[in-house]
């Protein structure tokens, strides 16, 4: 077998062993966002930061309920997280991988949440 082969394999069996502390949580972030009602919630987040069920709900069309079960699922994930705020309770992104992964779809920004650029796209 060739030089560049036998390195090529190498350096791949190298880089598994050096990610293989970070997969499982890439593969729960991936299943927190393969779904769809998730995914609805994640995008308004990120163009509306600290918003409130009752606006997710409307913005995702999703019934308050719905949506109040999906954001446990993701605070308990580490993905979001909330703050009170008088009779509200504000919602917003927190996981910085998942930020990187709505940019990486184009996620819309906003007035609320500014284009920028995320650490480590292009």
């Not at 930020?99 to 996620?107: G, I, P």
Request: hydrophobic share 45%; aromatic share 4%; with cysteine.
């Amino acid at each position: 077998m060739p030089m560049a082969e036998l390195e090529r394999g190498r350096i791949a069996a190298n880089a598994v062993a050096e990610a293989q502390g970070r997969i499982p949580e890439w593969i729960n972030v991936f299943s927190l966002c393969a779904d769809a009602t998730r995914m609805k919630i994640l995008v308004a987040l990120h163009a509306a930061p600290e918003a409130s069920v009752s606006q997710l709900a409307e913005a995702a069309e999703l019934s308050a309920n719905t949506v109040t079960q999906a954001l446990a699922t993701l605070r308990r994930a580490g993905v979001v997280d909330v703050r009170p705020d008088g009779k509200y309770r504000r919602w917003r992104l927190v996981h910085p991988g998942v930020h990187q992964l709505l940019h990486q779809m184009d996620a819309p920004h906003s007035a609320l949440h500014p284009e920028h650029r995320h650490p480590g796209t292009e």
